[in-house]
């Protein structure tokens, strides 16, 4: 698929870091993405978004402020 934030590059399947702030940041590692070959932006799609969404909300509840967890934990 053709980038929507370059409009040059193409996409691949690959694996994504995606970076969350919701009052304390969260890192999840290795999700499987959509990225652009010219500018890197990462697409998701609407699985995998409630994915990430759900194990951000779920660490929600730890007492610090960075959280660093892989998406198939």
Known sequence: MKCEICKVGE????????TLERGKSIIIKQVPAE???????????????DSVLKKAEAVMQNKVELEVIQFAA
Do not use: K, R, W
């Open 35 to 49: 990225i652009c070959s010219n500018c890197g932006e990462y697409y998701l799609n609407e699985e995998t978004t």
């Open 11 to 18: 996409t691949y399947s690959s694996f994504a870091n995606v």
